[in-house]
């Protein structure tokens, strides 16, 4: 079956640009993270939803990210002013159910690079 | 932090098992043992995970020592394509957690 989907797979913008990053998970599934990578780095969490609601929002490092999930199914990353800094791969995973039991599943990653 | 320690690298000759260990000696007993991989400019992939109990799947198996503060990630027969970095990772058994990664242990299967 399919699999998690990112798009775009890759993104290139310019300091202070506004980007959107979309992720759709595995049909059937209701909880969905975002995580970020840096070159050379492990996966580190952002955010995680459960349906519509972000139910846990302490990886987002600033105010600038935000992220939605208005239906329960696709979601999308917002990064507002972005900086040089924020350029990394940024994972998308999704897992049945919430339970600490449930596997992720990791989508392919939108590379953001910003100028 | 992770919680876990594994070496930076590792080397395995194509054919032969890979043995790629893991430390966790400050597990909890909720805490579960998980591992991916990740090959190169690909999201990670899961492995398999366990608890207590040994685990094997088409993929690989999972040897968890008896006091749990370590374990073992088998790779039968490497082949190339299995080259990836390799996390071992423990994730508490509540709702919502996510996962913790470590840098990992970077496997090279060679010709």
């Known amino acids: 079956g399919a699999g998690v989907s990112q798009t775009p797979s890759n993104k290139v913008t310019e300091k202070g640009k506004y980007v959107e990053l979309r992720c759709d998970p595995i049909?059937?599934?209701?909880?969905l993270y975002w995580y970020r990578q840096s070159l050379g780095q492990g996966p580190e969490f952002l955010i995680y939803?459960?349906?519509?609601?972000?139910?846990?929002d302490s990886g987002l490092p600033n105010d600038r990210f935000f992220a939605v999930r208005p239906e329960g199914s696709v979601s999308t990353l917002k990064i507002q002013r972005t900086e040089r800094g924020d350029s990394a791969v940024y994972l998308c995973?999704?897992?049945?159910?919430?339970?600490?039991?449930?596997?992720?599943?990791f989508g392919p990653g939108t590379r953001l690079t910003v100028l | 932090d992770a919680k876990t320690t594994q070496p930076p690298s590792m080397d395995c000759a194509e054919g032969r098992a890979a043995n790629l260990p893991c430390n966790h000696s400050?597990?909890?007993?909720?805490?579960?043992v998980y591992w991916y991989r990740q090959i190169h400019s690909q999201g990670p992939q899961y492995i398999i995970h366990?608890?207590?109990n040994n685990e094997t799947n088409e993929m690989a198996s999972l040897i968890i020592t008896e006091d749990r503060k370590s374990s073992t990630l088998i790779l039968p027969h490497a082949t190339l394509r299995d080259t990836a970095v390799y996390y071992c990772?423990?994730?508490?058994?509540?709702?919502?957690?996510?996962?913790?990664f470590g840098p990992g242990t970077r496997l090279s299967v060679l010709p």
């Open positions: 049909s059937g599934h209701t909880a």
């Open positions: 400050t597990i909890s007993g909720n805490e579960y």
């Open positions: 990772i423990v994730r508490v058994d509540n709702y919502g957690q996510n996962f913790v």
């Open positions: 939803f459960q349906g519509t609601g972000a139910a846990d």
């Open positions: 366990g608890l207590k």
């Open positions: 995973a999704s897992s049945l159910t919430a339970s600490g039991r449930d596997t992720q599943y």
